[in-house]
Nanobody, 118 residues
Framework: QGQLVESGGGLVQPGGSLRLSCVAS????????MSWYRQTPGKERELVAS????????NYADSVKGRFTISRDNARNTVYLQMNSLKPEDAAVYYC???????????WGRGTQVTVSS
């Protein structure tokens, strides 16, 4: 069974930066669309950024455009989320997601907490 493990979350001041990492094991990410979602208590999980893995196709939530960047390193089987100019409303648990473009099989990570506070 494949696994996704996120890391890089933590406490950061408003305006600061964090880089989240998501390492896949027991499957390869190259045929997968890779995404980052986030969730706060009482709210639905929302899509933050996605990378189709085909032709560099990426997509971002309007709330993070220009501040967050998703990238992948297929050789390291890892996807990243660079988060700059963080705001208190960015605080959430961030989840990594993989969806195979051919089989549609999905994996979720367990999440990493991001707290934005002074």
């Amino acid at each position: 069974q494949g696994q996704l493990v996120e890391s890089g979350g933590g406490l950061v001041q408003p305006g600061g930066s964090l880089r989240l990492s998501c390492v896949a094991s027991r499957f390869i990410i190259s045929p997968n669309a890779m995404s980052w979602y986030r969730q706060t208590p009482g709210k639905e999980r929302e899509l933050v950024a996605s990378d189709s893995g085909v032709g560099g196709g990426t997509n971002y939530a309007d709330s993070v455009k220009g501040r967050f960047t998703i990238s992948r390193d297929n050789a390291r089987n890892t996807v990243y989320l660079q988060m700059n100019s963080l705001k208190p409303e960015d605080a959430a648990v961030y989840y990594c997601h993989a969806r195979n473009r051919y089989t549609k099989y999905e994996y979720w990570g367990r999440g990493t907490q991001v707290t934005v506070s002074s």
